[in-house]
């Protein structure tokens, strides 16, 4: 999490559970949490029935951390609590989805210059580890969510630096896309797309093959209609 320009980070926190605990907060900024939510997204299914005093216990730990930073609190009632950030922060998270929901709808509206940084920043954003050293599973399910916002920001990416004719930074894109989803399709006709306006569609009839042989072995299925889209005009001009 960032509060202005500091980062957060797990140092400033007395265990992996302080850190998911302001993690769940952060992310929720905006509203209340329910005493009952917090507690099932830390132990998950396996809460003590003494869990409310375990909860509060954790949150105090959780205060006492922010505390030195100044400027962040936890307010909470008898069954909530809500994190309270100043004006001047963001939560990377949570700036990573807005940035692509912008960059995808300028992108739609044919705002491409405006689109690009957006998709950049969601990109960079997306591409950090989430809560590196906590293992739980309320961490996997937002990892697979940033994931899912990379790979949007990336799709993004690689269209944008296609019109622009820029596509080295277009097939680098494209090829981070894929390592991350090697079924992604939107990813290999963006590819495909960019070898062609490069003008080597020698290298993008490639990838069409690579593209094929990939959904068939993992999926048992072929190309959809945008991947053989472009494979029809590269095959028009080869």
Request: include cysteine; charge should be negative.
């Amino acid at each position: 999490m960032r509060v202005g320009d500091r980062v957060i980070g797990p140092s400033e926190f007395p265990g992996p559970q302080a850190e998911l605990v302001l993690a769940i907060l952060a992310l929720n900024h905006l509203r209340p949490v329910a005493s009952a939510e917090l507690a099932y997204a830390v132990w998950w299914e396996r809460a003590s029935p003494a869990w409310r005093g375990s909860l509060r216990a954790l949150v105090s730990r959780v205060r006492a951390a922010l505390a030195p930073l100044g400027g962040i609190e936890i307010r909470g009632g008898d069954s909530w609590y809500q994190l309270v950030l100043p004006t001047n922060s963001q939560v990377d998270c949570l700036r990573a989805i807005r940035e692509t929901h912008d960059a995808e709808a300028l992108l739609a509206a044919g705002a491409e210059d405006e689109a690009l940084p957006h998709a950049v920043v969601a990109s960079m954003i997306a591409a950090r580890p989430v809560l590196p050293e906590v293992t739980h599973p309320w961490v996997d399910s937002l990892a697979a969510r940033m994931q899912d916002v990379h790979l949007r920001a990336l799709d993004a990416l690689v269209h944008l630096w296609t019109l622009r004719g820029q596509y080295a930074e277009a097939i680098l894109d494209a090829e981070t896309l894929l390592r991350l989803d090697p079924l992604h399709e939107s990813g290999y006709a963006g590819l495909m797309q960019a070898h062609l306006r490069s003008g080597n569609p020698t290298m993008g009839l490639r990838v069409y093959e690579r593209c094929r042989q990939t959904l068939r072995q993992e999926l048992g299925s072929s190309p959809g209609p945008k991947v053989e889209g472009v494979y029809r005009e590269l095959l028009g001009v080869t």
